[in-house]
């Protein structure tokens, strides 16, 4: 046991089965460079065929980046107990299947349980769902997460901060969601509005 202010600040992060695995990877190689906060990683059996196919990575790559890694089926690990103290969690990717489980608080496994964890404690919890085009149960699924006070961030890329790779792209994105928990200084600069030729 732990007491509340002795605790470490804690992320999860959770790749699920959605394209667009680097999110979840970006996340974890950003969080290790900034510093100062304990990442405990998940990833689903198909977050893990996505890895494998968009990034070439193995488990020997990815573990090392987070500093506590879960099984998906251990449902009696750590972050399973709102005892636990975080500062909420992130999902990204986040599938389809997943978001239904939380948005109907199935906790069928250790990534829906630590969600449903997470809004039950009121943390912040911030899910990078990814399909296309949505059909009326996905968008349902959003509002009910939305509901209960989750936040729904669609990887969606920005243009006008004119990058000029995917690599920008991913970046930018993962700036935004680290902002939304205000884990140190802004990552993702402030917009300041237009400046040139307007009619
Ligand atoms: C290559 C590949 C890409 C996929 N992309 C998506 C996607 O973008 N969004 C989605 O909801 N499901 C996608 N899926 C399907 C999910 O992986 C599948 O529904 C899976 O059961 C999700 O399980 P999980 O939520 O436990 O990771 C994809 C599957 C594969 C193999």
Known sequence: METRAAAPRRLIVAITGAT???YGVRILETLRRLGGVESHLLISS??????QHELQLSKEDV????????????VGASIASGSFATEGMIVAPCSMRTLASVAHGLSDNLITRAADV??????RLVLLVRETPFNLAHLRNMTA?????????PPVPAFYN????IDEMVDHTVARVLDLFALGPALSPAWTGLRGTQD
């Open 162 to 165: 004119q990058p000029s790779s």
């Open 63 to 74: 573990h090392p980046l987070a500093d506590v890694v879960h099984s998906v089926r251990d």
């Open 118 to 123: 997470t809004l039950k404690e009121r943390r």
């Open 145 to 153: 997460v939305t509901e209960m006070g989750g936040v729904i961030f």
């Open 46 to 51: 198909a977050g893990w065929l996505n890895i």
């Open 20 to 22: 667009g695995a680097i």
